[in-house]
Nanobody, 121 residues
Framework: QVQLVESGGGLVQPGGSLRLSCAAS????????MGWYRQAPEKQRELVAS????????NYADSVKGRFTISRDNAKNTVYLQMNSLKPEDTAVYYC??????????????WGQGTQVTVSS
């Protein structure tokens, strides 16, 4: 079993910044891809950013390129999302997603509980 704990969401004015964190714990041998997704009301969940093991293959949604930065701390099994120049259209519930292998080499893919980000004046 793998547990994910997200933090860092909240209310921010347009142009402001927030930093999301997602810490993984439990039966973890290896973490491969870590990512952030978001879901706005009445919209489908979409990929915001992802980062593969070794900090390779970093991907961003076009809508956040140049404003958001994803990073990971492998020693802490944690992924971060630094969000700058926030816009009202960034308002959504943000979910982290982590995939990898347990100590018995069983593949896993887990979602965080979600954290609300609201950009409003």
């Amino acid at each position: 079993q793998v547990q994910l704990v997200e933090s860092g969401g909240g209310l921010v004015q347009p142009g402001g910044s927030l930093r999301l964190s997602c810490a993984a714990s439990g039966n973890i041998l290896r973490i491969d891809t870590m990512g952030w997704y978001r879901q706005a009301p009445e919209k489908q969940r979409e990929l915001v950013a992802s980062i593969a093991r070794g900090d390779t293959h970093i991907n961003y949604a076009d809508s956040v390129k140049g404003r958001f930065t994803i990073s990971r701390d492998n020693a802490k099994n944690t992924v971060y999302l630094q969000m700058n120049s926030l816009k009202p259209e960034d308002t959504a519930v943000y979910y982290c997603n982590v995939e990898g292998y347990t100590a018995s080499w069983r593949y896993y893919n887990y979602w965080g509980q979600g954290t609300q980000v609201t950009v409003s004046s």
